[in-house]
């Protein structure tokens, strides 16, 4: 139920996404799902790939700071609401979110949101009681 | 337990060590002039000759020494003695050009060896304890400088030298280890490992450290102090006058004593040569008295430090050196304030970063300003905008609160900053004065 996500450190300057996107393409890796938390002096570039660990191994290989965290990527039914109700099983199992990203797929009718919590073991048990789908590492590769 | 390792010289009354100084300066000259062409040429050029020299007051009147001069003379040239008396060589890392290179007779290495004794013993060491040895041993003079030592006094040497620092722990608890001499630096990653192991520090036999090789701050000395349940002492040394112990921290911890009955020391100005006061912060210069194989006159370390002769609590009547501030080489001036790049990188030590930086120093509306770019490396790195704001806030606050000025920080890439092969360049200076 854990989705690995890295995280890679750049700076403010031009042509550091393109590198970044760049190393990555040149071994045949797919972004699922990105997102960039950013302040005046740098930012932090989350992604979710097809093939995690052969990504930061790219990135390495090309002298980057990377580090690897565990997220959840719930399948939220695409209809107005749907995002509300994994929302609410967080806050009602005491749950903070650090952040989410949310991505659409062009298979089925569900979108798909990459959240990190503090606690994800408790996480994974109140959407497992309440019937919000995860989706596992394998089904993000399939994509 | 012996409170002294040579009574005779560490509590020597004042006037019997000027006499023995005066005594082994002449000898020392004359050794120079005779069988070291570099010297001779020099004092020729001067119109000094040995019998000019009557007391250890006249060491002014001697020339200084350089690294370059060694550097010059390499490998062997500034040697006193036959190869045959030779019993071995050392090196420095030559981190800023070609390695120094230096020697000994048999005599040199039991001066040194003495030398390092004498430090033991002021941490509290004794025959019956186990030394464990963590710096390199081969042409650095750390590892074989702290055997020799152990040794020399009767202890137990456990050569573990450094790296394999899992195994390093492992020998902590299961040899018994009492008294651990390595880097300042190597002692943190020791405690860290410790902590890694789930080992509570206190459970093992250790209870001292002897540690030097480089620059350390107090701030150093407690997070050792309680990574490692010791207590922690200072040490200097250089292989161009022996190695480590030429220079020991006693139970006072306010200064190291000097074994001045060889290494005679004094403060100078860097830029005019002039002999300072006690308590006045200079150049560190040495001149070996006694050793045979390279007796190195007014040697300039380039190291920062000040000397004192107030009467030390432990009895010993050997000068006090304050802990090294830096390399005079290397020090900036920042909007009056002195600041050694070696400061910065403490602080940077400190929070567990790698010490990959720049400093580069610019002067905008006739104020200094001063930004240090810091790699950002994966040790530190988190996913988490709000711990890395707060790491570079909390170098922020240590830069203010150590060096007394303030500088802006910019994180950086790795490896975005050069590289050199010789000594690192850690500053760029834009400043026109």
Known sequence: ?143 | MRQYYQAEYETAPRNHLRALQSERLIKSVYSCYNNIPFYRKKLDEMGLHPKDIASIDDIVKLPFTYKQDLRDNYPYGMFAVPREELVRIHASSGTTGKQTVVGYTQQDVDIWANSAARAIVAAGGTQSDYIHVSYGYGLFTGGLGLHYGAEKLGATAIPVSSGNTRRQVTILQDFHSDLICCTPSYAMYIGETIKDMGIDPSSLPLRAGIFGAESWSENMRKEIEKALAIKAYDIYGLSEIAGPGVAYECAEQSGMHICEDYFYPEIIDPETGETLPDGEYGELVFTCIGKEALPLLRYRTRDICALSHEKCSCGRTLVKMTKTKGRSDDMLIIRGVNVFPSQIEHIILELGMEPNYLIIVDRINNLDTMTVQIEMGDAVFSDSVKEIERIERKIKENMQSVLGVSANIKLVEPKSIPRSEGKAKRVIDNREI
């Open chain 1, 1 to 143: 139920m854990l989705i690995k996500q890295i995280s890679v450190f750049v700076e403010n300057q031009k042509g550091r996404l393109a590198d970044i996107t760049k190393a990555l393409a040149d071994q045949n890796i797919s972004i699922r799902a990105l997102s960039i938390a950013d302040t005046t002096d740098f930012g932090i570039l989350r992604l979710i790939v097809d093939m995690p660990d052969d990504a930061v191994k790219a990135l390495k290989d090309q002298g980057m700071t990377v580090s690897l965290t565990n997220v959840l990527a719930v399948a939220i039914p695409d209809v107005p609401g749907g995002f509300y109700s994994a929302i609410k099983t967080l806050a009602d199992a005491d749950i903070s979110v650090e952040y989410a990203y949310a991505f659409i797929t062009p298979k089925a009718n569900n979108a798909f949101v990459i959240i990190r919590v503090e606690d994800n073991d408790t996480a994974i048990e109140a959407f497992k009681n309440n019937n919000v789908s995860l989706l596992t590492q394998e089904e993000i590769f399939n994509i």
